[in-house]
C-alpha cells in the first residue's frame, strides 16, 4: 500500500478530552478540512449540539467515525449519519450493552479496547456489536504492562471485524496519552501488524489540528515503509 493510499485512511480529529474542541472546529473551519473524525467523550448533550452548530458553518461533509457517549440519542445518531455520513460509532464496552444494544446502529458501533472500567469484560458478547474498535496506542500500553488484557484485544482482534482504529502516542514510558509530545511518540505504530488497522484511522490527539496533519503526515510515511513486507 503507498503513502498516498494510506493518508487517505488517516483521519485528524475534533476531541472534547483534554483538546479545545472550539479551537479545533475553528482550525478545521479555517484550514477548509472536508473529512475528519469525532470524539464527543467528554460533551453532554447541551455542548454537543452546539459542537454540531459549530461544525455546520465548516466545509466538513464526511465524519466517518464518532466516538459516543452513552447519554446519546437515536436521533443524534440519525443526524451524524445523514449530515456527515458517520459509519463506525465507537463505544465503551459497559455503554453499549446498557444503552446501544437494541439501538439500529448495533451494528454500526465498535466496542473500544479501553481499560479500567471500559475493560472488555466477556469477549463472546462483542459479537452482539458491528465488531472490535482497536485503540492502536492502547494495545502498545497493554502489551508493556498489562500482558493478560493484550492477549485478550489480540484474540478479539483475530476473530471480530475492526471497524474503526483511534491513534494517540505512546510516551518514552510506553504509556499511552491522547497528546502527541514529539514525533518519534508514533514510532511504536512499526511494531503492530497491518491486520489490526481498519480503514478508519482516527486520530484521538489533544494536539491542534495542524499538528495533527503533520502527524498524519509522519504516520503515513512510516506504515507505508514498514507495511512493505
Keep these: 500500500m503507498t503513502e498516498n493510499e494510506i493518508l487517505k485512511r488517516i483521519y485528524p480529529s475534533v476531541v472534547t478530552f483534554i483538546g ?7 482550525e478545521v473551519f479555517n ?8 470524539f464527543l467523550t467528554c460533551a ?3 455542548e454537543r449540539q452546539e459542537i454540531y452548530r459549530e461544525l455546520e458553518k465548516t466545509k466538513v461533509k464526511n465524519i466517518p467515525h464518532v466516538h459516543i457517549r452513552h447519554d446519546m440519542r437515536e436521533s443524534e ?4 449519519s445523514s449530515r456527515f455520513c458517520a459509519k463506525s460509532f465507537t463505544v465503551h464496552y ?11 446502529y448495533s451494528k454500526k458501533m465498535f466496542i473500544e479496547n479501553n481499560n479500567g472500567q471500559s475493560r472488555i469484560k466477556e469477549l463472546r458478547l462483542v459479537k452482539e456489536s458491528g465488531g472490535i474498535c482497536i485503540d492502536l496506542s492502547h494495545l502498545k500500553h497493554f502489551e508493556n504492562f498489562y500482558p493478560d488484557y493484550f492477549l485478550l484485544t489480540k484474540k478479539a482482534a483475530d476473530n471480530y471485524r475492526i471497524g474503526c482504529n483511534h491513534l494517540s502516542a505512546i510516551l518514552a514510558n510506553g504509556k499511552s496519552w491522547h497528546k502527541v509530545k514529539k514525533f518519534s511518540d508514533l514510532d511504536y505504530l512499526k511494531t503492530i501488524p497491518k491486520k489490526y488497522f481498519s480503514e478508519y484511522i482516527c486520530l484521538e490527539m489533544a494536539n491542534p489540528v495542524k499538528e495533527q496533519l503533520k502527524f498524519k503526515k509522519y504516520i503515513a510515511k512510516i506504515l507505508a515503509e514498514s507495511w512493505k513486507g
Design 94 to 104: 459497559q455503554y453499549f450493552f446498557k444503552f446501544f444494544k437494541k439501538s439500529r
Design 20 to 26: 479545545n474542541w472550539r479551537k479545533m472546529t475553528k
Design 31 to 38: 484550514l477548509g478540512l472536508t473529512d475528519i473524525s469525532l
Design 77 to 80: 445518531l440519525d443526524y451524524l
Design 44 to 46: 453532554g448533550y447541551m
